[in-house]
């Protein structure tokens, strides 16, 4: 079992991947609050050299960014890191997005902008995985 000192479960993990610095801001406030490690990127590509160096117990990322897409992220996520869980966040969610998504190993489709409870959800969702 992966736990710190004193019993206590090691902090979530968490990796967010979105090109608008006021998400990636409102995304710090709420995982500072919520007792995290984090890492924010703006690209696919940056997050994706991020999974591949350091282990997070989950991904929050955008659809739509420069470059790699969520959806393309997510496959080399699949591919390199099966175990992390993938929340992808879209401004326009729909039902055939979302089954794409989760044929892409999507753990959760998050409509834009993520609630906070959505975010405590999804974290505590990947510790209780991990930690199993």
């Not at 960014?65 to 390199?80: K, S, Y």
């Amino acid at each position: 079992s992966r736990r710190g000192t004193a019993g206590t479960p090691r902090t979530a993990s968490v990796l967010v991947v979105d090109d608008e610095p006021g998400v990636r801001e409102a995304f710090a406030r709420d995982l500072a609050d919520l007792g995290c490690r984090f890492v924010l990127t703006e690209t696919a590509e940056d997050a994706l050299a991020q999974a591949i160096s350091d282990e997070f117990d989950i991904v929050f990322t955008d659809l739509m960014l420069p470059g790699m897409n969520g959806l393309q992220l997510m496959r080399e996520l699949a591919a390199r890191r099966p175990r992390m869980l993938v929340v992808l966040m879209t401004a326009f969610p729909s039902e055939e997005l979302s089954s794409r998504a989760r044929a892409h190993g999507a753990f959760l489709v998050l409509a834009k902008p993520c609630g906070r409870r959505h975010i405590d959800a999804a974290v505590a969702t990947a510790v209780s995985r991990r930690d199993a």
